[in-house]
């Protein structure tokens, strides 16, 4: 069973600080790497997706890989009370159908 | 560009009761999903489809659920009969061909009493 494990929260930062959200998984063949933001009573929406180990930057958001670890996170600099929302992890993995497999999500709260 | 659609975007019905779901993906994509989440849960991925043609279904629970995408375009997701432990929101996504990113409906929130 391939898994994608995330700390459920609630994570809980004031404005103006980083949030650090972050995501492990199981499947070394894992290929692509995304980040949905899902607002409470909505459909998850993409924040940032990433391919390659290192960091990619998208405004205050950065996401970091590294496969030796099987690790990805979030970053969100300068958090906003707008950025309260689950954010949920997700990874295809290897295989010939790319299944896109999320995991349980984060809770941010961002305290004014 | 307009987004996925979906209908309807809210269901109650009873335990055995038949209810059916419909989703119109984005113009040109190839690739349409059903994801089931449950509350405090990530979406699960029920099925996939690749135009007209099934690419996974291995958590589909096929004695009850069954999906189908006629011409390759919209699709339609049934529960026959429907658990309490189907109430969940019943998420449509598609893609333009696998492996590129997803974007999802709105979703039917369905409650099963």
């Known amino acids: 069973q391939k898994e994608v494990e995330q700390n459920s929260g609630p994570l809980s930062v004031p404005e103006g600080a980083i949030a650090s959200l972050n995501c492990t998984y199981s499947?070394?063949?894992?290929?692509?790497f995304f980040w949905y933001r899902q607002y409470s009573g909505k459909s998850p929406e993409l924040i940032m997706f990433i391919y390659s180990n290192g960091d990619k930057e998208d405004g205050r958001f950065t996401a970091q890989l590294n496969k030796a670890s099987q690790y990805v996170s979030l970053l969100i600099r300068d958090s906003q009370p707008s950025d309260s929302a689950t954010y949920l992890c997700?990874?295809?993995?290897?295989?010939?159908?790319?299944?896109?497999?999320f995991g349980k999500g984060t809770l941010l709260t961002v305290n004014p | 560009e307009a987004g996925v659609a979906q209908s309807p975007r809210y269901k109650i019905i009873e335990k055995r009761q038949s209810v059916a779901f419909w989703c119109n993906p984005i113009?040109?994509?190839?690739?349409l999903y059903w994801y089931q989440q449950i509350l405090g849960q990530g979406p699960k991925l029920l099925i996939q489809?690749?135009?007209?043609?099934?690419?996974?279904d291995s958590q589909l629970p096929k004695d009850r659920f069954s999906a189908e995408r006629l011409k390759g375009v919209d699709s339609t997701l049934k529960i026959q009969p429907a658990k309490l432990e189907d109430s969940a929101v019943y998420l449509c996504a598609s893609s333009l061909v696998v492996k590129e990113t997803q974007y999802f409906g709105p979703g039917t929130r369905l409650l099963v009493l």
């Open positions: 499947d070394r063949g894992s290929q692509s």
């Open positions: 113009s040109g994509h190839a690739t």
């Open positions: 489809f690749q135009n007209n043609g099934v690419v996974d």
């Open positions: 997700a990874v295809i993995s290897g295989g010939s159908n790319y299944k896109l497999t």
